[in-house]
């Protein structure tokens, strides 16, 4: 079974320019959530998909933004890059909302 | 405890040796608590899952206890091994995202 898979891997983008991550989850499951990952601040959350529908969303600017599709892969975005968002992004995908939550490798974005 | 930056707690432990890495969890609410495995350049890694009906649940070689009335969460990992070596981070939620907390880094001393 494939595991949750997230492209590309490493992305270098200059301030200003926008980014789209994307994420294909694990085949069956329809929960897809987003996280940043910094050393300064850990993981913390972006927002989570379920069925197309954002769910929740963390206290993030509205320059970070998602969306899911009908196949369960999701994508974010983020506008107007600030040095402040490089930062490791990770997809975690869950059958259902009280499962656990499997991971992909994460997109290192750089910020320049 | 609070970690900024690269200094997450660190957990030093010689091999063969038992860990115990420990986390408080913040929402009373929460049911479900995750402890995850995270290695250098890699997403973090499902070790093991409780549910708060539960004060304990074992693994292979990992053992979770809960405590509710302090919420605390703590990971035992048995014969510690080198390739045990990466950053823990336990996880909490209840009809909500899972909440990280900052992780402790496990070191092992071959």
């Known amino acids: 079974k494939a595991g949750v898979t997230q492209t590309p891997r490493y992305l270098i983008k200059t301030r200003g320019q926008q980014v789209t991550l994307s994420c294909s989850p694990i085949?069956?499951?329809?929960?897809v959530s987003w996280y940043q990952q910094t050393p300064g601040q850990g993981l913390q959350f972006l927002f989570e998909?379920?069925?197309?529908?954002?769910?929740n969303k963390g206290n993030f600017p509205g320059r970070f933004s998602g969306r899911q599709f009908s196949n369960s892969r999701s994508e974010m975005n983020v506008s107007t890059l600030e040095l402040g968002d490089s930062a490791l992004y990770l997809c975690?995908?869950?059958?259902?909302?009280?499962?656990?939550?499997?991971f992909g490798q994460g997109t290192r974005l750089t910020v320049v | 405890g609070e970690s900024v930056g690269l200094h997450l707690p660190t957990l030093s432990v010689q091999e063969g040796d038992n860990s115990i890495i420990n986390c408080a969890y913040s929402?009373?609410?929460?049911?479900?608590f995750i402890w995850y495995k995270q290695e250098s350049g890699k997403g973090p890694q499902f070790i093991i899952d409780?549910?708060?009906?539960?004060d304990k649940r074992q693994g292979q070689r990992v053992t979770v206890l809960l405590n509710k009335t302090v919420k605390h969460l703590s990971l035992q990992i048995a014969a510690t091994q080198p390739g045990d070596s990466a950053v823990y981070f336990c996880?909490?939620?209840?009809?909500?995202?899972?909440?990280f907390g900052k992780g402790t880094r496990l070191s092992v001393i071959a």
């Open positions: 998909y379920f069925s197309e529908t954002q769910r």
């Open positions: 975690a995908s869950r059958r259902t909302g009280r499962s656990e939550a499997f």
């Open positions: 929402n009373s609410a929460s049911d479900y």
């Open positions: 409780i549910r708060s009906n539960m």
């Open positions: 085949s069956g499951h329809r929960s």
């Open positions: 996880a909490e939620s209840g009809d909500t995202p899972l909440v």
